[in-house]
């Protein structure tokens, strides 16, 4: 393409991109200030320094191709498909500006192109070429060479399952619904047709073909009690013999779609990185936007990446009217919160509260986050309705308890809190997050230290590998004047919680219990130094952990009016 071209290409895309308060002032400053903001996960900054490089430098194969990337990671396809088409021009083998130009064909419905492409190494990757083109054969009528394309790439190892999930959904987009079902009802859909939105397609195939009570069947006996309002609706809309519409793939565009969706998740799954799944959720959502699944997918990626602020954003593009607004809200709540705007956080909850009081996440949500704001009495009120709206059966009850078990602690309600313990102990008698905060709660409280050891010893042989739960154990040991015992218990928590300040206290007290004293104090010390450079709260107290450098923990105890140190003779 002529230079001239790429730069007013260039310059129009910048019209639609905003630069950076300060402007970088050579081509090498912005490129640079792009890729720090890249590895940010900044990906409107980086758009914006790399879109103002490129105005300098517009031959840049490099800059375009970084701007191509940035773009897709923003969901901004219509933007990134100019350049993407450059590089092609230019014979550039480039995986991310193959797959922007794929979602920009199938956006037009362009299935002559998606078949021209070379299945060569510029491919988005053999799967999920073999997969576009079995679906662009269907586009273009060729329903018999589609299958045969379907079939052939089911024959390859490694995604079978998910080739003839693929596959069912072509027939049923077509309108052949009882080759969709043998595929179903088959098991031929193999993991994909477990997940989610599987059975819900399968269900919504035997919908079609007036077998109401089998797909209730298939709901039920795939997600037993737990349920929702998207599955509420379509329940009740089976039972009342009401026309179902097949929504998953209901023409070739969505199909294409699925198929992105399907690789973000399996991605997502097998933990190959979430900024890839980034790629895949981005097209399946400018095929088909109102592919709320993907829009959840996207917006959690941001979250984790980071992005708040497009993770909100992506939030709020679920209408309220939609099954999984509730699910949206939660999602964009939490964002909030970590965020640091908590006050927003709990607006958003507390209105969810009035369009979703019935959901005892709703109010379990809310509780944790004014817990974690230290609004005690209103977590203990959400908590309440939460534990009052669950079902008895429900699978969560117990965190419930837990949860407002914790709060009725952190209020100083030690009575309460127990009860709450224990009630979640009735029902899931092996909790080791529960066993060790009740029974490290009666440590603290120098009471019931029998069967508080009993507690921690079990929730250690369920969490051996988990630094507090091990500390506890120690600690434990340590108030029972079993401080040999605790030695090894308290060096095993810090090697697992190596810079926690309270784990390194415990340390120390432990080893001036059994005469190490310069060990203790190197270890109070460690702790004192965890505490400054540690952003985050933490229980362990500084000025006393001073005062115990300066006159050893036996007069610390004094002071406090605290029992002293078990000698040879009392242990």
Known sequence: MHKFVLTALTAVLLGGVAIPPVAAQSVAGAYLAGRHAAVRSDYLEAAAYYAQALARDPSNIELIESTVLSYLSLGEIDKALPLARVLSGKHQDNQIARMVLTAGMAQTDDYEGL??????????GPWVDGLVKAWALLGKGDKTAAMAAFD????????????????????????????????????????AGQTRRGVIAHAEVLAQLDRHEEAVTVIRASFGSSSDPELDQLIAALEAGEDIPFTHAPDIKS??????????????????????????????????PDHVDALLLTADLLETLGQYDLAIAEYR?????????????LGRADALRRSGKENQAVEVLEQLTRSHGDLAVVHSTLGDVLRADEDFTGAIKAYDRAIEIAAETAPVRWVLYYSRGIAHERSGDEMASEAD?????????DQPQVLNYLGYSMVEQQRNLDEALDMIERAVAASPNSGYIVDSLGWVLFRLGRYQEAVSQMERAVELLAVDPVVNDHLGDVYWAVGREREAEFQWRR??????????????????????LEVGLDVVLQEEGAPPLKTGNDI
């Not at 079978?160 to 859909?189: C, M, N, R, T």
């Not at 313990?421 to 008698?429: D, V």
């Not at 965890?530 to 952003?535: E, G, K, R, T, V």
């Open 152 to 191: 052939a790439l089911s024959k390859e190892t490694g995604m079978q399952g998910f080739v003839l999930y693929h596959k069912a959904l072509a027939l049923a987009s077509v309108g052949d619904f009882a080759g969709a079902e043998e595929i179903f009802g088959g098991a031929g859909a193999g993991a």
């Open 421 to 429: 313990f224990r009630a979640a102990l009735a029902l899931n008698p």
């Open 255 to 288: 199909g294409i779609a699925e198929v992105f969706f399907t690789f973000s998740a399996v991605l997502k799954s097998e933990s190959a990185g979430d900024y890839y799944v980034l790629l895949y959720s981005r097209v399946a959502r400018y095929l088909r």
């Open 115 to 124: 078949l021209a492409q070379a299945p060569d190494n510029s491919g988005i």
């Open 317 to 329: 593009d679920v209408p309220a009217d939609d099954p999984a607004y509730h699910v949206a809200e």
């Open 527 to 548: 702790a004192l130094s965890f505490i400054d450079l540690s952003a985050m709260d933490t229980e362990a107290d500084p000025d006393r952990i001073r005062r115990k």
